[in-house]
């Protein structure tokens, strides 16, 4: 059984709050899951796989930890070779790819920062060098910086932000496209910040906004060559993100707002990314599918 966030607690007060995770908070993006309180939980240990993937290689970015290491899991339990691109968490990165081998596939982790546009060309070098094939792209790393004004926003800021979150999705897609074939998938990490927006994430979310568009555009392009483009919109999911960025009160409430009232686990989107990676979604283009706890927002 997995542990149902959020817990409750009493303040020295006698008032109830609802309490998400322990208050806490790292010093810089994007964050490492070796040190968060508790772990998020990135692998259904129920999960089985059924050969959905089988031989396949998916090019996972952010898969070290989050949602792109429970991606990488579930990928791996169906039968694909995953390579995990990341900037430098090398320790969650390793953890990550000893857990891909135990279940059985290949994993190759790679080391590098995407805002280059060389670094996309060097990621599918090597995953080409290393499996002969790449199948599916999952574009799911990102950096938010919380400010009360768009006054606080620097342009250093903005373009760092769009930078890491919508320019090498860009640069990355180039690269790999040649290499994609009939029946390939793109998959790109979006947000429910794009629909909702935030008045403390926004340039974030104008760069969520932008996959959006970017990901049904990019589908129309694609159709006639039979590769498919879609996306997944999460709500307040529990990763190391969410320490690096946000303060340790506003951590000890996340996700008590949405109707489930707690955080989203990893693990819980992973089987989207699978059904969107295989033959299942095989009619499926152009799409979002919004993991949220029970946000109800128009796609």
Request: aromatic share 8%.
């Amino acid at each position: 059984m997995y542990p149902i966030y959020p817990y409750y607690s009493k303040k020295q007060k006698l008032e109830t709050q609802l309490i998400a995770f322990p208050p806490q908070t790292q010093e810089q993006q994007p964050g490492l899951e070796y040190l968060m309180d508790p772990r998020p939980i990135s692998e259904n240990e129920n999960y089985l796989g059924s050969g959905k993937l089988l031989n396949k290689v998916a090019i996972i970015t952010g898969g070290d930890s989050g949602i792109g290491k429970a991606v990488a899991l579930a990928f791996a339990k169906e039968g694909a070779n995953i390579v995990i691109v990341y900037l430098n968490e090398h320790k969650d990165a390793q953890a990550t790819k000893e857990r891909v081998e135990q279940i059985g596939q290949k994993c190759l982790t790679i080391s590098t920062d995407l805002r280059e546009e060389k670094a996309s060309e060097k990621v599918v070098s090597k995953a080409m060098e290393s499996f002969g094939n790449i199948d599916i792209l999952v574009n799911n790393h990102a950096i938010q910086f919380v400010q009360k004004s768009i006054l606080d926003i620097t342009a250093k800021q903005l373009e760092n932000t769009f930078h890491t979150n919508l320019f090498s999705f860009f640069h990355l897609t180039k690269a790999v496209l040649p290499h994609l074939k009939k029946g390939s998938s793109i998959i790109n990490t979006a947000s429910i910040t794009a629909y909702e927006g935030h008045p403390e994430l926004i340039d974030y979310s104008a760069t969520k906004g932008a996959i959006v568009t970017f990901t049904r555009s990019l589908a129309l392009s694609l159709v006639d060559k039979q590769i498919r483009v879609n996306a997944t919109a999460p709500g307040p999911i529990w990763t190391p993100l969410i320490p690096a960025t946000l303060s340790k009160e506003d951590v000890a409430t996340y996700g008590v707002n949405t109707p489930m009232k707690r955080a989203g686990q990893p693990f819980e989107l992973a089987p989207a990314y699978v059904y969107l990676a295989s033959d299942d979604s095989g009619y499926v283009t152009g799409q979002v599918l919004h993991i949220n706890g029970g946000s109800f927002i128009s796609s």
